[in-house]
């Protein structure tokens, strides 16, 4: 199925989304080969493909993406980084949340992911903290990354989730536990994949489904730094205000 974002304003959503074709990497340094990358053909999103996006009240709350405002002083958000889980709180007490960790990320990234064993980026891909078959996928938590500034930042997510990834692969017998491999599979054998970016400013955040929707961030718009926190559980859609 494709994604689905929670929104009430498509031009807002608009605004701040564009959209690219992908690639796969190849001998380049500081990439894992055979990463899924954004091409630079990015364009704006259009209204039929926002309509395509829209979730509304029949959609799996665990799949919604929300793209949402955190509570935090902007102009000191750089300053208030967390370090642990008790220095900062997006939900106020309101709703459990396990504190993940948090990036700092230079400028001029074209995706932001590293495996730390080899030390190479890995470009768009799935995460894997539930440990979730197939058949249970919709069911993992969503994450919530805070963009806490200075720079710009950008949300990458591939339109269409993991389940459709692996039917197109092999209809038959789909992985039983999906995983980037996955995705890499099928843009190798000619699937189109259309990814969105999302632009998040400081005080900005996103709640995603990053166990069943490809994902990565991006610092290539941006010209200086920021910092990313991350947080999973499974949270109602609407805790956290949203700004499209």
């Known amino acids: 199925m494709g994604i689905h974002i929670a929104f009430t304003d498509a031009e807002a959503l608009i605004e701040r989304c564009d959209v690219a074709g ?10 894992e080969d055979g990463s899924v990358v954004p091409l ?14 829209r979730a509304d009240a029949t959609t799996d ?12 002083d902007r102009a000191a958000a750089h300053a208030i980084m967390p370090v642990t889980a008790g220095d900062f709180d997006p ?12 990036l700092d990320q230079d400028p001029g990234l074209c995706t932001g992911t590293i495996d730390e064993s ?9 995460d894997n903290f539930d440990k979730l078959s197939f058949a249970e996928r919709t069911t993992g938590r969503r994450r919530l990354g805070v963009n806490f500034g200075l ?20 209809p038959n017998r789909p992985s039983q536990y999906p995983h980037t491999d996955d995705l890499r599979r099928y843009v190798r054998d000619g699937h189109p994949l259309t990814v969105l970016r999302i632009r998040l400013d400081p005080g900005q955040g996103y709640i995603a489904p990053t ?22 559980g499974h949270w109602p859609v609407g805790t956290l205000p949203r700004i499209v």
């Not at 080899?118 to 799935?126: E, S, V, W």
């Open 91 to 102: 939900f106020a007490g309101r709703h459990d949340a396990d504190f993940l960790g948090y």
């Open 40 to 53: 630079d053909d990015w364009r704006p999103l259009t209204a039929q493909q926002a309509a395509e996006l």
């Open 211 to 232: 166990e069943l929707v490809p994902h990565d961030g991006s610092t290539l718009t941006a010209t200086t730094p920021s910092r990313i926190a991350f947080w999973l």
């Open 61 to 72: 709350p665990n799949t919604v993406v929300e793209i949402v405002e955190v509570p935090i």
């Open 118 to 126: 080899q030390n190479l980026r890995i470009g768009i891909h799935l």
């Open 151 to 170: 720079g710009t930042r950008h949300l990458l997510l591939a339109t269409i989730d993991v389940l459709d990834v692996c039917l197109a692969n092999d």
């Open 22 to 31: 992908v690639r796969l990497t190849a001998d380049e340094p500081g990439w």
